[in-house]
Every structure is written in structure tokens, then in C-alpha cells.
């Protein structure tokens, strides 16, 4: 059965909403309220070199209800200036502070201060609740949350680069030493691996 088609709230249900516990935004600021959202600000100074990217966070923390569903926008002045967000959504039942990564498509060094609105975040009531909230990996994050895919792979070269050294170490280095070691002695004894002169 499909439910009612997904609403986005407005000020005053964001305002309902808290109240009622089913979004949480701590801490929460009137100030950073917008007619249809809530702009999240930077936790820390940055600044992007142009053509870069860099891994940032909010200072506050978010938690939907399996009810809700969060849209992230970057705000249009950063936008103007050539900031360039990889917005992902947020899942009904996420918990924690948002890591955003940031791109300076500009060819001007950008600075955001901290504690300076930079994303927005629009919430939509789903037409049904969810079955099951968001389990990913990044659930109760804190601070800037790396790539935990990137960590898997470095790790994977790491373990393939400890079992090449064990090889290296155990078949490689002394099946070499092996063979220089036969060749300079078979070289030494065999009279035919020896130079011949012809004095004529």
C-alpha cells in the first residue's frame, strides 16, 4: 500500500517537530531557522585551496525519527563564491554530527570561518514510517568521519604489503642468495665457465 506523498515542513512544524522529539538539532538556534529548513554550521575553521577538497562537520548534532528525512543544500553565497558540497541525504534514524565534504571549484583560496552557517538541511515527512532506521557506519558520528571504505582499502594494501614482505623474507631473499651463492661457486670451480685465450 503506498502511503501519502512526502511533505517538507515548514518553520513551524521543524518547531512541532522538536518539540515533539521527533527531530533533535543540538544545539538548536532560532537564528539559523529558515521558512522550509535549518542552516548547520562549520565546527571548525577551513581553508580550500582552489581546486581541492576538504572533509568538514557541523556543530550540531541531528537525529530523525523514522518518520523523517533530511535533504542537505549548500548555502547559494558559498555556492556563488564556488563552493561545490557532496550533499548526501539523511536517513530516517540517523544520529550524530554530519561530515560534508567541500570542493573550491573557484580559483581563489576560500576561508569559512567557524561557526558560520554553511549547509542547510530540509526535512520531509515521509508518507509512512520506515521499517528500519539507517545502521550504516557512520551512525552516532563525531567530528569529521573519513571514509571508512578508503580505511578498508588502505588496510587491504597494508595486509598485502606485510604478506609480500613475509614471502620476501622467507622464499624470495633466500632462494636469490642461493643462486648467487651456486653461480659464483660453480663459476670459480668450472673450468668451462672460465674465459679461454687464444694467443694466437
Excluded: W
Excluded at 527531530?23 to 581546486?51: M, Q
Excluded at 556563488?80 to 571549484?105: K, M, Y
Excluded at 606485510?162 to 622464499?171: A, D, G, M, T
Aim: proline share 4%; with cysteine.
Amino acid at each position: 500500500m503506498i502511503g501519502r506523498p512526502a511533505v517538507v515542513l515548514s518553520d513551524v512544524e521543524i518547531l512541532s517537530a522538536l518539540k515533539a522529539g521527533i527531530i533533535k538539532i543540538v544545539p538548536f538556534h532560532k537564528n539559523c531557522l529558515n521558512p522550509a529548513g535549518y542552516d548547520l554550521r562549520l565546527k571548525n575553521t577551513v581553508i580550500i585551496e582552489p581546486g581541492i577538497q576538504e572533509l568538514v562537520a557541523t556543530i550540531e548534532r541531528v537525529e530523525l525519527d523514522l518518520s523523517v528525512v533530511g535533504f542537505l543544500n549548500i548555502r547559494s553565497s558559498l555556492a556563488r563564491e564556488g563552493v561545490i558540497g557532496s550533499l548526501a541525504l539523511v536517513d530516517p534514524g540517523f544520529r550524530g554530527q554530519l561530515t560534508i565534504a567541500l570542493f573550491n571549484a573557484s580559483r581563489q583560496r576560500i576561508k569559512i570561518k567557524k561557526g558560520e552557517r554553511f549547509v542547510q538541511i530540509t526535512f520531509a515527512k515521509l508518507g509512512g514510517r520506515a521499517k528500519r532506521g539507517y545502521i550504516g557506519r557512520y551512525q552516532d558520528s563525531e567530528g569529521i568521519a573519513k571514509s571508512l571504505r578508503l580505511a578498508r582499502s588502505l588496510n587491504s594494501v597494508k595486509k598485502h604489503r606485510k604478506c609480500y614482505r613475509v614471502i620476501q623474507e622467507l622464499v624470495i631473499e633466500p632462494t636469490t642468495s642461493s643462486i648467487r651463492r651456486n653461480f659464483f661457486e660453480t663459476g670459480l670451480t668450472n673450468p668451462r665457465s672460465q674465459v679461454q685465450v687464444d694467443d694466437n
